[in-house]
């Protein structure tokens, strides 16, 4: 059963704005604007001299470095590099915001790789915030998968590498709705008012309401559809029905009942559900608390790549980690203990060390048949950013009002 009253209240209408990376300005579109300042130099590698390495990421990848990045002591015996995983970013907007007078000055922010969802990348990359990648220094490259090698918005990859998929969809509880949860349009039951939550991802939460309205977003939409799935959003925003849109912290409000349905991302599940195994132990029946489900009219499918930001002096360190990771005998293993699909083209030989359970789990070892469900959101122009991102801002000021 889920509890009476809440643990811990949800956030109030202006903390949900700031949750979603959105502040008293709007915020973002000046990164849009066609009189843009001079791109930043990027700064002299010493990786030779400085055999460190840091790297910020998201906090939903694990908690431990052993836990993000199997086989890192390998890693770190071969390169003699130490690295340090920094769990910096809960939203993509909320970390571009913190750093991005120092990149646009060329500073050092102290990270020398982050992990950002690709929209994001695709506007450091269209400022000349990161770095250009020596490919020849990174020979296992050639294992990254065919849909990955190349990006819209940097089509050689050369300042961008893929580093995690997943599928985002919807998630519900189990014990509430033991049938599970089907569609977007179930979570407007008015039944559910003050219970759903939605994530602060646009490309998420429109992608999943403009799929549910049939709209391919992957292929040729426009300003209409876009302006149809914000509208559809105000409306359950203002009414109530949605109680959250949340980043990464969306998770404490499924497992402490504030919300019991709504949009969420495949490995998150696949990770609370075995935390919870874990805290029920191996002697007694255990039934997952979450359901989760790519809709019947399509989940989004979305990738988060690794960039060198412009101020780092060690992205040849980055480049022998990438090197590394990109291994298909360690990718293996990073997908396994993360649940996150990876770009490296895992075949069978490498799935057949793990435990069979896992290797036949879809969401972290897709086929091309079980991604048929699945679109990504389609690359945005610079004005078509600037755009969309005040229209969807406008929806959560209105939320605030």
């Not at 571009?96 to 990270?111: E, F, P, Q, W």
């Not at 203002?238 to 919300?259: E, H, N, R």
Request: with cysteine; glycine share 8%.
């Amino acid at each position: 059963m889920l509890p009476a009253h809440r643990s811990s209240p949800l956030p109030s209408r202006r903390n949900l704005l700031a949750a979603a990376g959105i502040g008293g300005a709007v915020i973002g579109l000046a990164a849009c604007s066609s009189n843009q300042p001079p791109k930043p130099s990027p700064a002299a590698d010493r990786s030779d001299e400085w055999r460190t390495l840091r790297i910020d990421s998201w906090e939903t990848y694990g908690n431990t470095l052993g836990e993000d990045f199997p086989g890192i002591e390998e890693f770190a015996k071969q390169y003699d590099v130490d690295v340090s995983y920094w769990k910096a970013v809960t939203d993509d907007n909320l970390y571009y915001n913190d750093v991005k007078t120092r990149l646009a000055s060329g500073s050092d922010i102290g990270a020398d790789a982050v992990v950002l969802s690709e929209w994001m990348v695709a506007r450091w990359i269209r400022l000349g915030y990161t770095q250009q990648f020596a490919l020849d220094a990174m020979p296992n490259t050639v294992n990254v998968r065919p849909r990955f090698r190349e990006a819209a918005f940097d089509p050689k990859r050369m300042h961008s590498m893929p580093w995690r998929s997943a599928i985002t969809g919807i998630a519900w509880n189990r014990a509430e709705f033991p049938d599970g949860i089907r569609s977007v349009s179930q979570l407007w039951d008015p039944a559910l008012k003050g219970r759903v939550g939605v994530l602060s991802s646009m490309q998420e939460t429109i992608g999943l309401i403009m799929l549910d309205a049939g709209v391919d977003i992957s292929g040729a939409w426009g300003d209409a559809e876009f302006t149809a799935a914000t509208d559809t959003l105000r409306q359950h925003v203002v009414s109530g029905q949605v109680a959250a849109i949340q980043d990464s912290k969306y998770l404490d409000a499924l497992t402490s009942g504030d919300i019991v349905a709504g949009f969420a991302r495949s490995a998150d599940i696949l990770r609370l559900n075995q935390a919870a195994a874990a805290r029920a132990g191996s002697g007694e029946a255990f039934d997952e608390p979450w359901g989760f489900a790519i809709p019947a009219a399509g989940g989004v499918l979305w990738t988060q790549d690794l960039v060198v930001p412009i101020g780092s002096a060690r992205k040849g360190n980055v480049e022998a980690f990438v090197n590394h990771y990109y291994e298909p005998t360690v990718a293996v293993q990073v997908a396994a203990a993360t649940n996150y699909v990876s770009p490296v083209d895992i075949r069978d030989q490498e799935a057949s060390a793990l435990d069979p359970a896992v290797a036949a789990n879809r969401l972290v070892f897709p086929t091309p048949v079980s991604l048929q469900g699945t679109k990504t959101f389609r690359h945005l122009a610079a004005a078509e950013e600037q755009r969309y991102v005040a229209q969807y801002q406008s929806v959560l000021l209105a939320a605030s009002s």
